[in-house]
């Protein structure tokens, strides 16, 4: 089992930037494969970015590609997202995941095990 605590969302204009933080319990944090998904009102949740159990693999939606670094720190059991020249449509809530069924990297939510609750980023035009 692990819990999972997002920080860093907030209220910034477009073309500005955020840095989000999930912070995991536990003693096997380097197991998991970690990924960002983030949900606007009405939509469904999607796939943001998705990093690798050792951090050596990134992958990321085309979306955000470019704009977006997805990074973690085994030490401090924390996955970060960093988010540049941020858009309107990137406003959502945005959640950090774990998957800890010894896959390498993966996009596909159903594929993740544990959830954090969430972080609101809202960009202002």
């Known amino acids: 089992q692990v819990q999972l605590v997002e920080s860093g969302g907030g209220l910034v204009q477009a073309g500005g930037s955020l840095r989000l933080s999930c912070a995991a319990s536990g003693r096997t944090f380097a197991s998991y494969a970690m990924g960002w998904f983030r949900q606007a009102p009405g939509k469904e949740r999607e796939f943001v970015a998705a990093i690798s159990r050792s951090g050596g693999s990134t992958y990321y939606a085309d979306s955000v590609k470019g704009r977006f670094t997805i990074s973690r720190d085994n030490a401090k059991n924390t996955v970060y997202l960093q988010m540049n020249s941020l858009k309107p449509e990137d406003t959502a809530v945005y959640y950090c995941?774990?998957?800890?069924?010894?896959?390498?990297?993966?996009?596909?939510?159903?594929?993740?095990?544990?959830w954090g609750q969430g972080t609101q980023v809202t960009v202002s035009s």
């Open positions: 995941a774990a998957s800890r069924r010894g896959i390498s990297i993966t996009a596909n939510l159903y594929e993740y095990d544990y």
